[in-house]
């Protein structure tokens, strides 16, 4: 999972299974989450996201999942394959939706 | 399209070296940040701005000075560089608070500090 301040965690999956990326936010008013994925020497590209009227979502081998209770979000990705080694971020509007805050990322490492 | 471009994509500075990073967007989006991202770590916000003429601290703001002087363009000023400014910094923009949509972000400039 992510947590701010600290070094990326990483997660390591075998090309073929599913991986799942955890976020936790502190805000309980926040009401919307986007998944950023960011490889290696680009910026972060926007992969999906969710409001908080939903519990999921689903994209392209991609789902989102919201739990609002205990303030924890989820990205799982089917089937993984190599080009999803990458960092991703969960961010959420922050400041009155003036800012954007941004987890600290966990590193997806994709074993062939 | 466009999109968000920064220039320039790499820098060598000396220490007390001023510089200024260029991000433009084409997209008319009210709102620009700048972003620094140091090794192994995530995009920590320096400042941002909601509207040509307006710009406001992030987290990391020490060291830096920002300016938008039109709606397009979102400058980032290093005064005095120290080794501590070396990182990747990102711009990003959105087209306004309110709308809850995605960030668009450049592809980054590579600080060196010496």
């Known amino acids: 999972g992510e947590s701010v301040g600290l070094h990326l965690p990483t997660l390591s999956v075998q090309e073929g299974d599913n991986s799942i990326i955890n976020c936790a936010y502190s805000n309980s008013a926040s009401d919307y989450f986007i998944w950023y994925k960011q490889e290696s020497g680009k910026g972060p590209q926007f992969i999906i996201d969710i409001r908080s009227n939903m519990d999921k979502r689903q994209g392209q081998r991609v789902t989102v999942l919201l739990n609002k209770t205990v303030k924890h979000l989820s990205l799982q990705i089917a089937a993984t394959q190599p080009g999803d080694s990458a960092v991703y971020f969960c961010?959420?509007?922050?400041?009155?939706?003036?800012?954007?805050?941004f987890g600290t990322g966990t590193q997806l490492k994709v074993e062939l | 399209n466009a999109g968000v471009t920064q220039t320039p994509k790499f820098r060598v500075l000396k220490t007390g070296q001023s510089m200024t990073l260029l991000c433009a967007q084409d997209?008319?989006?009210?709102?620009m940040y700048w972003y620094r991202q140091d090794p192994g770590m995530g995009l920590r916000l320096i400042h941002y701005s909601v509207g040509e003429g307006t710009t406001a601290k992030g987290e990391v703001p020490d060291g830096y000075n920002v300016s938008r002087l039109k709606k397009q363009n979102f400058l980032l000023g290093l005064e005095s560089a120290a080794p501590s400014q070396t990182s990747v910094y990102f711009c990003?923009?959105?087209?306004?608070?309110?709308?809850?949509?995605?960030?668009?972000f450049g592809q980054g400039t590579r600080l060196t500090v010496v």
């Open positions: 997209m008319n989006h009210e709102y």
């Open positions: 961010a959420e509007p922050s400041g009155g939706g003036n800012k954007l805050t």
């Open positions: 990003a923009s959105i087209p306004g608070a309110g709308l809850n949509t995605e960030a668009f």
